[in-house]
């Protein structure tokens, strides 16, 4: 089964609540995990990994180059780029902002003077693979600064996991999915079976995760929902009228508990860390409805 | 002029530094907030305001026109997005939601009129008076689409037509190109960020990014009393930025947070670090001129 976990909002603790769950769901299935945050990848970091075994580069992205020397500086790359990456430096020359462009090639394909703009292919980051400490592997990646489509990171993660799930006889693939709703959530969400919606009870969490909801029934799927610092703000109770009147099952409540911070700065599941916390037992539960309800 | 607050990892408190940095910038300065934080943006939510002034953000798509297209297939090949796909014969169909807009397939087709002009709805953009004296931009992808970049550049279009003295920009998380797009032409980043090792390893990367770019770049430690401040510091020195500011972690500020309201208009202590952080953003921005 491939399990996305999402929230809209960042930090409202997919990770750290991603890593306890595979903490103990790992004694009883056979697990791999997808970190598909490719921006701002934290959950082998999470997990104690400290060296990959592997390392793949991945040549996705596209820019394009302006050849000074045989530019005419008519500027009509300029003119018809559709994200502003083009810019006229000091010396009045065009060129390519490679922070911000698409790689679309509009700019190719207007340039009079063939052979003046060429689209080449870059270097989108890499993707990662290491068995943690807990025995499963973990699939990560990293998007190089300012490149775009991380989206397309994320489905060689999850395809390279696909590959690993089949060579190692592996039940379940757990991908915890970047902040958002764009290409990274789309490639996260889209090919699971389910989606486990994690927020907080703010309004800024529940208007993300409202619209991460949106994404998960796109893809026609089921989703759960599980409230994090669930006692944080006691009068705001629309997050949980807004789960029961979409038939979201919540399958629990994490207490806010500064043993997360704690553990995090440790570099360990709060679960592993300090078992005996309030937010470790309200994860224990989870865990285990996770796996009655859902794995079976 | 333009600055711009960032942070790499999400939920380290980057919009909540925004608002309240822009509600006291206001004082000084004609100020556009812009909230290019586009697949969950949430200033208006801090703010305490209901979004107004909506506009779509209308994509353009090719449209074929069968009676003329002569399956020549070039629209198809030209497709970077690979979201033209082609029939046995050459008959060319669109996957909309693969479509980036950037009308590559309209300029190689041969045939004037095969490929005619339709738009779809990305998102939308939408320009809000607050009650603090500032006007706030925000751009919001609709849900299912999976390119940020138009809305980013659209929403930033939108506020840069307003008349200011200072645009601010918020930014996603990440440090993808729709976040350099953001930042760009920014005169200041400031990087907001917590001293977890998380947030330590994602502070690195928008430090990254700024140096690339070419900014000054200050660091905002938030909740600094939930780690080691030092090991930012250390990190923050190492691309030439600096500290600026540290804010523990408050309980304060998580009940102004969830309330819509910006706590630097509250008499606490918390107010005090956001008014001289804008201050110094303030002196910063006049000594510079």
């Not at chain 2, 992808?141 to 809305?151: K, N």
């Not at chain 2, 008014?275 to 921005?285: G, P, Q």
Request: aromatic residues 6%.
């Amino acid at each position: 089964m491939q399990v996305a976990i999402a929230s809209g909002k960042g930090g409202v603790g997919k990770s750290t609540i991603t890593a306890s769950l595979l903490y103990f769901l790992k004694d009883k299935y056979r697990l791999i995990a997808v970190d598909a945050d490719a921006e701002a990848p934290n959950l082998g970091l999470l997990l104690g990994v400290e060296e990959w075994d592997k390392e793949r580069e991945h040549i996705g992205a596209k820019v394009a180059r302006i050849n000074t020397e045989t530019c005419v500086r008519c500027g009509i790359c300029y003119e018809r780029c559709p994200y502003e990456s083009i810019y006229i430096d000091e010396d009045g020359n065009y060129v390519v902002n490679e922070l911000t462009c698409e790689g679309c090639n509009v700019c190719g394909l207007v340039c009079p003077v063939p052979g003046t703009i060429t689209l080449e292919q870059a270097r989108s980051g890499v993707i990662r693979k290491a068995t943690t400490k807990y025995g499963f592997p973990i699939i990560s990646a990293q998007l190089d600064v300012g490149r775009p489509e991380s989206g397309k990171l994320v489905t060689e993660e999850k395809e390279w996991a696909k590959k690993l799930m089949d060579e190692l006889n592996l039940e379940h693939m757990i991908v915890d999915s970047a902040a958002g709703i764009g290409c990274q959530v789309i490639a996260s969400i889209g090919g699971a079976d389910l989606t486990i919606l994690i927020a907080e009870p703010t309004p800024a969490s529940l208007s993300d995760v409202q619209r991460a909801y949106k994404v998960v029934q796109h893809f026609r799927q089921p989703a759960y929902l599980i409230v994090n610092k669930a006692d944080l703000n006691p009068g705001f109770t629309a997050l949980r009228e807004w789960a029961e009147a979409e038939g979201i099952p919540i399958i629990g409540e994490v207490p806010y508990d500064r043993a997360i911070p704690k553990s995090m700065a440790m570099l360990k599941p709060v679960v592993e860390a300090f078992p005996d916390s309030p937010a470790s037992k309200a994860l224990k539960e989870i865990a285990e409805r996770i796996a009655e309800e859902i794995l079976g | 002029m333009q600055i711009a607050v960032s942070g790499g990892k999400g939920g380290t408190g980057k919009s909540t530094v925004a608002i309240n940095l822009a509600v006291e910038l206001a004082r000084r300065f004609k100020l556009v907030l812009a909230d290019l934080d586009v697949e969950a943006p949430n200033d208006h939510l801090l703010l305490g305001v209901e979004l107004a002034g909506e506009e779509p953000v209308n994509q353009f798509m090719p449209k074929f026109d069968y009676s003329k297209c002569t399956k020549c297939r070039k629209c198809a090949e030209v497709c970077e997005e690979h979201a033209i796909i082609t029939l046995k014969d050459g008959t060319p169909f669109l996957m909309p939601n693969l479509c980036s807009g950037c009308r590559a397939c309209e300029i190689v087709c041969p045939v004037p009129g095969a490929i005619q002009e339709a738009f779809r709805v990305i998102g939308h953009t939408y320009v809000t008076e607050t009650p603090y004296g500032f006007t706030l931009v925000t751009g919001k992808l609709r849900e299912g689409e999976e390119r940020s970049m138009p809305l980013v550049v659209e929403a930033k279009k939108r506020a840069r037509n307003l008349n200011y003295e200072l645009l601010m920009v918020d930014t996603a998380a990440g440090t993808g190109n729709t976040v350099s797009k953001a930042i760009e032409g920014s005169r200041l980043l400031i990087a907001v960020t917590e001293p977890t090792p998380l947030g330590i390893h994602d502070t690195e990367l928008i430090l990254k990014l700024g140096k690339l770019m070419g900014l000054k770049t200050w660091v905002v430690v938030n909740r600094s009393d939930l780690g080691d401040v030092e090991k930012v510091r250390e990190i923050t020195e190492k691309y030439g930025a600096e500290v600026v500011a540290e804010i523990p972690y408050s309980e304060n500020i998580v009940r102004s947070y969830v309330s819509g309201r910006p706590i630097v208009l509250e008499d606490v202590p918390e107010a005090k670090i956001f008014r001289e952080l804008a201050e110094k953003v303030a002196d910063f921005l006049g000594g510079d001129e």
